[in-house]
């Protein structure tokens, strides 16, 4: 268990210094969220590894995300565009 909190914290750390480095968050999240979709596992990786290294992209996407702004206008937006209301709605 330390040596996946290790890893998860090594990743975490070089994609804040890398976040950090970005003038658009929106884009961080965009890459991470695509290093997320991209990864596959080989012939050589446990499935343990597999998941470990998903769950570990996950959780960098979940920082990342708490910096990102919400805007309303953009929110209202995508629920005109499925015919919702902003009352109506839930947080899935």
Do not use: W
């Amino acid at each position: 268990m330390n040596s996946d909190a290790n890893s998860l914290f090594k990743v975490l750390k070089n994609q804040a210094f890398y976040f950090r480095s970005q003038n658009d968050l929106a884009q961080v999240l965009f890459e991470a969220t695509n290093r997320l979709q991209k990864i596959v596992q080989d012939q050589n990786m446990s499935f343990q590894e597999h998941i470990d290294q998903f769950q570990s992209a996950v959780d960098v996407v979940i920082q990342i995300a708490r910096f990102v702004p919400v805007y309303p206008s953009l929110v209202d937006a995508v629920l005109k565009g499925k015919n919702l209301e902003r009352d109506k709605a839930t947080k899935n």
